[in-house]
């Protein structure tokens, strides 16, 4: 549920400064001179920026981002697992404190700039279909506008806030040869954090505290509800869906079968008997195409639905030791809880001290419960 993250540090003590790559002189906000230095800017993982006054170390800082799946050499469209999160903040430790300075800190100590969260499925030849349906989403006030080959991103009105986005992982990374894989992505900025951490989580604001299970699923799950995904038993396919699942089947006869479609529900065999808008050769042609490919099973209703999508809800609760069903005498505890401890000592388990309970994670473990 991790991908990209970027992590800051106070640093007024001596490093190598041999290892980076480039600099250059600029100006901060109280117009001292700063040297920027940079290794691995636009290369590989990690890339470290260094900021320093031109004269001593007062005010020098550390400015490193990662992406954890890369780091833990995980499958270009695989969902790290907690142990490759682990792992891959280990090497960005080691890796800082070899090339810079062996008196760093662990990464997981320095403060979070930037932290996003992500989940892939695999939805084969339906990844049109599910972006198009995504595509007419709203998200509250953030602005919808169109992301890499057929994705949907919405932005915080406020430089520097919070990213969602929906997009096909596989045309990003140009494997034209992969399975098709729809990314969800929530990036959090370094304004939208102080409110994550001191409302929901109750917690600093570190790199260790950000990237616990519990917080990443709660942040993608309120995002899920305010995009209306947690209420979805299937998602209904409507014009637009229909179009592109049957220029899937047809090619580019799909806008004829799309209008064949049209005419048979609305008339049937009147259409080419009494209102002449086919000639009976097309309309029984393409019958037996529409009724061939299941597109005529239900006349009266919509085509068959795209199956919704479901967050990593029991995969967390797993992780966590979350025991299910969550009952009293399941839970970790001396004493018989009542239903309301029970719910606040889940939270505590997801490291959600401060935040409100989520609709969407509770009705997931009723779900879970009910198996």
Same mark, same amino acid.
């Given at each position: 549920m991790y991908d990209t993250v970027v992590a800051t540090l106070d640093w007024e003590h001596p490093i190598d400064e041999g290892v980076m790559q480039g600099g250059r002189v600029v100006r901060d906000l109280h117009g001292l001179g700063m040297v920027r230095m940079w290794y691995n800017q636009s290369g590989d993982w990690p890339r470290v920026t260094y900021f320093r006054p031109e004269r001593g170390l007062d005010g020098a800082r550390l400015r490193v981002e990662f992406s954890i799946p890369r780091l833990a050499k995980c499958g270009l469209y695989h969902n790290p697992t907690e142990a490759d999160k682990e792992a891959a903040l280990d090497v960005a430790t080691v890796f800082l404190r070899e090339r810079l300075s062996a008196d760093l800190p662990d990464i997981r100590m320095w403060r979070a700039a930037r932290v996003d969260y992500a989940y892939n499925w695999t939805v084969g030849a339906d990844m049109l279909a599910y972006?198009? =349906? !995504?595509?007419?989403?709203?998200?509250? &006030?953030?602005?919808?506008?169109?992301?890499?080959?057929?994705?949907?991103? *919405?932005?915080? @009105?406020? @430089?520097g806030t919070r990213w969602v986005k929906f997009y096909d992982k596989s045309k990003e990374l140009g494997d034209g040869s992969a399975a098709?894989?729809?990314?969800?992505e929530v990036s959090n900025f370094r304004k939208s954090l102080p409110y994550m951490c001191q409302r929901w989580f109750c917690c600093e604001?570190?790199?260790?505290?950000?990237?616990?299970?519990?917080?990443?699923?709660?942040? =993608?799950?309120? $995002? *899920?509800?305010? !995009?209306? /995904?947690?209420?979805?038993?299937? +998602?209904?396919?409507?014009?637009?869906?229909?179009?592109?699942? =049957?220029? @899937?089947?047809?090619?580019?006869?799909?806008?004829?079968? +799309?209008?064949? !479609?049209?005419? $048979?529900? /609305?008339?049937?065999?009147?259409?080419?008997?009494?209102?002449?808008? =086919? &000639? &009976?050769?097309?309309y029984y042609r393409w019958k037996r195409e529409l009724t061939k490919h299941n597109y005529t099973a239900l006349m009266d209703a919509q085509y068959e639905g795209l199956l919704p999508l479901e967050l990593p809800v029991l995969e967390v609760f797993n992780t966590l030791n979350v025991k299910l069903p969550l009952t009293a005498q399941n839970l970790d505890a001396g004493d018989v809880l009542s239903p309301n401890d029970a719910q606040k000592n889940l939270w505590e388990k997801l490291g959600l001290a401060g935040a409100a309970p989520s609709k969407y994670l509770m009705a997931r473990l009723g779900a879970y419960e009910a198996r």
């Open positions: 972006l198009t =349906m !995504l595509q007419k989403l709203t998200l509250g &006030s953030l602005v919808r506008t169109a992301f890499a080959d057929a994705g949907v991103v *919405w932005k915080g @009105k406020r @430089k098709a894989v729809l990314r969800f604001q570190t790199v260790g505290e950000l990237v616990r299970p519990g917080r990443a699923l709660y942040c =993608m799950a309120v $995002i *899920w509800a305010k !995009l209306g /995904l947690d209420r979805a038993t299937a +998602y209904d396919v409507d014009d637009d869906l229909l179009l592109v699942r =049957m220029h @899937k089947t047809f090619g580019r006869a799909a806008a004829g079968a +799309y209008h064949a !479609l049209q005419c $048979i529900r /609305l008339y049937g065999a009147a259409a080419h008997r009494v209102h002449g808008v =086919m &000639s &009976s050769n097309t």
